[in-house]
């Protein structure tokens, strides 16, 4: 799909460097089309071999909150202390808990 000014439409790059962990945003990409995303996130993000995973999202199928939401998007918890387990005791010698 292109946009009114004849650039391809943009694509946001997320690339994740090993199994297991999460996938970054890198950057974007000018792409016609899903396939050509992909090859152009591979040419532009993953040159030297890096990475495991390559995720491309058109840049207008995100969506982001409003700040002037953030209060009721990001109140505090504080009433709720089963969502932050700080009143647990750790057992002696437990690891990666």
């Known amino acids: 799909m292109s946009t009114n000014n004849n650039q391809l439409e943009v694509w946001e790059v997320f690339i994740q460097s ?6 970054i945003h890198v950057g974007s990409v000018h792409a016609s089309d899903i396939k050509m995303a992909m090859q152009n996130a591979r040419d532009i993000y993953t040159r030297r071999g890096e990475g495991t995973s390559i995720w491309v999202v058109p840049t207008l199928s995100i969506s982001a909150s409003n700040p002037l939401d953030n209060e009721m998007l990001f109140d505090p918890s504080n009433d709720k202390i089963y969502r932050m387990p700080t009143f647990y005791v750790m057992p002696e010698g437990a690891q990666n808990i």
């Open 18 to 23: 090993k199994s297991g962990l999460p996938h």
